[in-house]
C-alpha cells in the first residue's frame, strides 16, 4: 500500500511543508525535470505557476536543480514548434518563477510491452523525475492525471500519434452486422458535425476525426472491431512505463479548477467539480487513484458516468505493468 498526502483545498499554503515529508534530499545535486503541462494559448485552467514556483522552491532548497519541462503535442496549435510553446508557456505565467523552460520533442527509443516509445531525451536521461498534473476529465481517458502527464507527455509528437492512431478501430466486416452500437457509443465530430464512424448502410469511418478512445472496439456486440495497434489505455500506460521504470520519482496532483477537458483544449470547460485539493505521493498510480476518489466523492457521481468509460483502466493497466498500486494510505495535511 502506498502513502498519498493530501491537503484540502483550503489548506494549500501547507503544499511546502507536505513536500518536506516525501525526503526532497533524495534529489540533492541533479538537473530535475519538473514535468508539467504550461496550458495551452488560450486555456485558463492548467496548474497555476504560484504553486509550480512553491514545488520547485522547495526541491531548489533541498539541492535539486529543478527545470519546467513539458514536450510538443501532436496536433496544431500554440505549442506546436518549441518556439511556439515557449511563447504560450511565458504568456501563461511560467516566464517570470526562476526556472529553466525546456520544451523537448527528440525522444530516445524505449521497448514496453511490444511497443516502443521515444521518451524525450530529457526525461531519459534524468536519474529522477517530478510530476505536477492537474486532475481533471479527459474525453478519452475519463480521467487525466499523473499516468497521462508521463504516458503521453513524457513522448515526442511521434510517439503521442502512435498512441492516439493505435487506440482506432479497424473492422472485420464478415463479423459485423450493421447493429450501429458502435455509431452511437463513439463521441467524435467529424468535420460536418456527424461522428467519425457511421454506420449506414455500410461501416466507414473517418480515421483524421477518430479520438482512438476505443469505446466502439468495447462496445462491439459480435466482436467485429480491434484496434490498429492497441487499447489507447494500455498503450497510455506503457507509455508512463517507458518514461518512469527504474527512476526515483515524486508527483503532485493539482485538484483545484476540475475541469470536464484537459488542458490541451482552448476551452476545457465546464467545471465539473469544486476544489478538492493537492495530493503527493512517490507512486504514480496510487495517487491517480486517490485523486479519482476524492473527486468522485465530491462530485456525488464518477466519472464513468460523465463519460461513459472507466477512469481507472489506464490505472489498472499501469499497476499491471509495476508502475506502482491501486491500493494507498490517504494522509490529510495542513
Ligand atoms: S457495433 Fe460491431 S457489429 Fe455493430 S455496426 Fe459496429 S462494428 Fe458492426
Ligand atoms: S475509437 Fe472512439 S472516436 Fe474513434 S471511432 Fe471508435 S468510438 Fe469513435
Do not use: Q
Amino acid at each position: 500500500m502506498s502513502e498519498v498526502a493530501f491537503i484540502p483545498a483550503d489548506r494549500i499554503e501547507a503544499l511546502p511543508r507536505a513536500l518536506k515529508a516525501f525526503g526532497l534530499e533524495r534529489f540533492r545535486g541533479e538537473d530535475l525535470p519538473v514535468k508539467l503541462h504550461m496550458g495551452e494559448r488560450g486555456n485558463r485552467w492548467y496548474v497555476s505557476p504560484r504553486i509550480v514556483k512553491s514545488i520547485c522552491d522547495e526541491l531548489s532548497r533541498a539541492g535539486a536543480r529543478p527545470f519546467l519541462f513539458d514536450t510538443l503535442p501532436c496536433y496544431e496549435g500554440g505549442r506546436d514548434t518549441k518556439e511556439k510553446y515557449l511563447e504560450t508557456a511565458i504568456m501563461n505565467g511560467f516566464g517570470g518563477l526562476g526556472y529553466p523552460i525546456v520544451i523537448g520533442n527528440d525522444g530516445v527509443n524505449v521497448e514496453a510491452g511490444g511497443h516502443s516509445f521515444e521518451v524525450a531525451e530529457e526525461l531519459y536521461r534524468s536519474k529522477s523525475a517530478v510530476g505536477v498534473s492537474h486532475a481533471k476529465g479527459h474525453v478519452i481517458t475519463a480521467l487525466g492525471a499523473t499516468i497521462k502527464n508521463f504516458g503521453m507527455g513524457g513522448l515526442s509528437n511521434r510517439s503521442k500519434g502512435y498512441i492516439h492512431d493505435g487506440g482506432k478501430p479497424v473492422v472485420d466486416r464478415g463479423r459485423c452486422d450493421l447493429c450501429g452500437t458502435c455509431e452511437a457509443l463513439c463521441p467524435s465530430e467529424g468535420a460536418h458535425g456527424e461522428r467519425a464512424l457511421r454506420v449506414r448502410g455500410d461501416w466507414s469511418i473517418d480515421y483524421g476525426a477518430c479520438l482512438g478512445c476505443g469505446r466502439c472496439v468495447r462496445g462491439c456486440p459480435r466482436g467485429a472491431l480491434s484496434y490498429r495497434a492497441g487499447d489507447f489505455n494500455l498503450l497510455l500506460a506503457l507509455g508512463a512505463k517507458a518514461c518512469l521504470m527504474g527512476k526515483e520519482g515524486l508527483y503532485v496532483n493539482v485538484a483545484l479548477k476540475i475541469t470536464k477537458y484537459c488542458d490541451c483544449a482552448v476551452n476545457a470547460l465546464p467545471i465539473i467539480c469544486e476544489d478538492v485539493g493537492i495530493l503527493i505521493s512517490n507512486d504514480p498510480v496510487a495517487i491517480d487513484a486517490a485523486s479519482a476518489d476524492l473527486m468522485e466523492g465530491k462530485m456525488g457521481r464518477s466519472f464513468a458516468e460523465i463519460f461513459g468509460v472507466d477512469a481507472r483502466a489506464h490505472l489498472r493497466f499501469a499497476e499491471g505493468l509495476g508502475l506502482g498500486s491501486l491500493d494507498y494510505e490517504l494522509i490529510e495535511m495542513g
